[in-house]
């Protein structure tokens, strides 16, 4: 894959590509996930020490409360298999 990791993408179509997810708050392993967590380490959430969280970008219900993405909608996707990227 040529994406950076760590990098969101507003995604159209129906499915999540592979090396991607979700942008809704899950949490992953650091273990599992290391090259990951040392770019965005706990600023979405987790404890840390075994995890972390993703950036939480569903969109509002009428309540103001997260709901997932509706069929045919754009949703927000982190690349999480991707190259790492390179600091100057």
Same mark, same amino acid.
């Given at each position: 894959?040529?994406?950076? !990791?760590?990098?969101? $993408?507003? =995604?159209?179509?129906? =499915?999540? /590509? ?17 090259? !990951? ?14 995890? =972390?969280? !993703? /950036?939480?970008?569903?969109? %509002?219900?009428?309540?103001?409360? $997260?709901? /997932? ?7 927000? %996707? ?6 790492? /990227?390179?600091?100057?």
């Amino acid at each position: 894959m040529d994406e950076m !990791l760590a990098v969101i $993408k507003l =995604f159209a179509g129906n =499915f999540v /590509p592979r090396g991607f997810m979700e942008c809704n708050g899950q949490t992953l392993l650091i273990n599992n996930n290391a090259a !990951l967590f040392s770019l965005l380490g706990i600023s979405y959430g987790g404890d840390g020490r075994q995890n =972390f969280m !993703l /950036p939480d970008l569903r969109p %509002l219900d009428e309540q103001g409360q $997260k709901r /997932p993405w509706n069929q045919g909608e754009p949703r927000s %996707l982190i690349c999480v298999e991707g190259i790492y /990227p390179v600091r100057d």
